[in-house]
C-alpha cells in the first residue's frame, strides 16, 4: 500500500498581522510548511499533497524546489473540505497521512508511527494531553476506546473538561476518507465541514481509532501569531543547542545559538554566543568560534580560530587557520592549513595558500594567493574594471608592501615585494622588487588654507 501526504496550507493566518501567508513564516530560517514537508520526506512518502488557498501563488513559488502535488481551496470551508480538494488526485488504495503547513516541529518519527498503525480496519489519530486544552478538540471516549471528537466551539461543559486533545494529524484510508468527506455537515457552531467528524463515522462503520502520541506536546503546537512562533523558535533552537552539546560542542549560552539549517559538528568545540549558522555548516574538532559570528554554507577544519564578529558564507576554511575579528569571507573563499585572515578584511572568490597571511583593512578578491605570503594593511586587489572581472596571482613567500592596489589581470612571482603605497598594474617577475608611487615633492613656505568668516 502506498503512503500519500496531505499537507493543509490554504489559511490566511489574520492574527499573523502579515500579507505572507501564514505557512511562510519563517522558523530557523525556513518556512515552517517546510519543515512539514522535509518529515514527510523522510517517512518516504510515496506522494505529498499540498492544499492551498490564501496566497496560493506566493506558496507555490516559495516551494517550487520541491516535488509536490497541488490542491486549490477556493474558500475555507473547514479541514474537510480541504481535504477533499486533495482526493481526487490520490490513489484509492493509498494510506493518507493528514498533516498541517503550520505546525512545523512535527518529527519523522512520529508521522512515521502514525501510518505503521493505519490499515483498512484502523484510523490512527495523533493525541495530545494538555494542561491547557483551550481551543482544542476535545477526544471522546466510551469504555476508553475513541468514539468522537468534539470541536471547542461545539463542546458541553463536561466535554470542555477533557484534557486528551486533536491535534488533526492522522492516517487514514483513501478509499475510506472517499467514502467519509462527502457525507460532511457544516451544521456547527463555525459554519465549516470539520475533518474531526470522521472519527464518529470510522467508529459507526466498525472501525477501531488508534490514539498515537507525541514524544513532546510541542511537536504538535501550531503557530497563529507571532507569539506563538517565535516559541516554537525558542523550543527548536533548545533542542538544537541539546543536540549540539551532546555531540561534542561547550556553548557559552545554549540560549543563544541559531541553527538554521543543518549544523556538524567534531568533538571540542566552543561557540560562544549570538552565533547563527545558516544552511549547510561543517565544523571539525577542536574549533573556536568567537561571539557574534554568523556562519552559512561552510567547512571549517580541525582547530582553527574564528574571532569575533566574523562572516562567513559559502567558505571552505583548512585546518589551524586564524580568522577575525571582524572578517567577512565571501562565496569562493578556500584557505589553505594555518592561513590568516585579519580583522576588517573581507574576501571573495580567493585562495589563500599555506601560511599565508592577509592581516588587516584588506580586500582581496578574484584571487590566488600562494604559500607564505604577507599581504599589508589597506592592500586591494582590484579585480573589477567596471565591466569584467579580472584574477590576481601572488606567488609563494612574496610580501605586497601597505596600502598596494595590485590591478588585476596582474601576476605577482613568487618571493617578490611590493613596495608600501605602490599601485601595480604590470607583471612582477619572481624575486623582484617593485614599486609604482609618485615622486615625494616638498614645498616650502605652504600656507593653509583659512577659514572664510
Not at 103 to 123: G, M, R, S
Not at 150 to 174: C, F, P, R
Not at 259 to 274: C, K, M, P, S, W
Not at 377 to 404: E, L, R, V, W
Request: with cysteine; glycine share 10%; aromatic share 4%.
Amino acid at each position: 500500500m502506498t503512503t500519500e501526504v496531505v499537507i493543509l496550507a490554504a489559511g490566511q493566518g489574520t492574527r499573523m498581522r502579515s500579507k505572507l501567508p501564514k505557512v511562510l513564516h519563517p522558523l530557523a530560517g525556513k518556512p515552517m510548511v517546510s519543515h512539514v514537508i522535509d518529515s514527510a520526506k523522510k517517512i518516504q512518502a510515496d506522494a505529498i499533497h499540498v492544499v492551498v488557498g490564501h496566497g496560493a501563488e506566493q506558496v507555490q513559488q516559495t516551494l517550487a524546489d520541491n516535488d509536490l502535488h497541488w490542491a486549490i481551496q477556493q474558500q475555507q470551508l473547514g479541514t474537510g473540505h480541504a481535504v477533499a480538494q486533495a482526493m481526487p488526485a490520490i490513489k484509492p488504495d493509498s494510506t493518507v497521512l493528514i498533516a498541517y503547513g503550520d505546525v512545523p516541529l512535527i518529527a519523522a518519527e512520529t508521522l512515521a508511527k502514525l501510518v505503521e498503525a493505519a490499515n483498512d480496519k484502523t484510523l490512527s489519530l495523533l493525541t495530545v494531553h494538555l494542561e491547557n486544552p483551550t481551543g482544542y478538540g476535545r477526544i471522546i471516549r466510551t469504555s476508553g476506546a475513541i468514539t468522537a471528537i468534539v470541536e471547542q466551539k461545539d463542546a458541553s461543559e463536561a466535554q470542555l473538561l477533557i484534557n486528551e486533545v486533536n491535534t488533526g494529524i492522522m492516517a487514514v484510508s483513501a478509499a475510506k476518507l472517499n467514502q467519509w468527506l462527502p457525507t460532511l455537515s457544516a451544521n456547527n457552531a463555525q459554519g465549516e465541514y470539520y475533518l474531526t467528524d470522521i472519527i464518529a463515522m470510522a467508529v459507526n462503520d466498525g472501525m477501531a481509532v488508534i490514539a498515537q502520541h507525541p514524544q513532546s506536546a510541542m511537536q504538535v503546537e501550531g503557530a497563529n501569531n507571532r507569539s506563538q512562533l517565535a516559541a516554537l523558535e525558542r523550543y527548536y533552537q533548545q533542542q538544537q543547542a541539546q543536540r549540539l552539546m551532546t555531540a561534542g560542542a561547550t556553548l557559552a549560552d545554549p540560549a543563544r545559538i541559531d541553527v538554521r539549517g543543518q549544523l556538524t559538528i567534531g568533538e571540542d568545540i566552543f561557540i560562544d554566543i549570538n552565533c547563527v549558522f545558516i544552511g549547510d555548516v561543517s565544523i571539525a574538532d577542536d574549533v573556536t568560534i568567537g561571539p557574534n559570528c554568523v556562519i552559512e554554507n561552510s567547512t571549517i577544519g580541525a582547530g582553527t580560530v574564528i574571532k569575533a564578529n566574523s562572516v562567513l558564507e559559502n567558505a571552505t576554511v583548512a585546518e589551524q587557520c586564524d580568522i577575525g575579528p571582524f572578517a567577512r569571507l565571501r562565496p569562493g573563499t578556500v584557505l589553505a592549513n594555518q592561513a590568516k585572515v585579519g580583522n576588517f578584511v573581507e574576501t571573495k572568490k580567493a585562495i589563500i595558500g599555506e601560511g599565508s597571511k592577509v592581516n588587516h583593512l584588506t580586500y582581496i578578491g578574484d584571487s590566488n594567493i600562494g604559500k607564505e605570503v604577507n599581504v599589508g594593511a589597506g592592500t586591494i586587489t582590484c579585480n573589477y574594471d567596471g565591466a569584467n572581472k579580472s584574477t590576481t596571482t601572488i606567488g609563494d613567500g612574496a610580501f605586497i608592501g601597505s596600502n598596494s592596489s595590485l590591478v588585476a589581470p596582474v601576476n605577482i612571482g613568487s618571493h617578490a615585494t611590493i613596495g608600501a603605497g605602490s599601485t601595480i598594474s604590470g607583471d612582477v617577475g619572481d624575486r623582484q622588487l617593485s614599486v609604482a608611487r609618485s615622486k615625494q615633492k616638498h614645498i616650502d613656505g605652504w600656507k593653509r588654507p583659512t577659514k572664510k568668516t
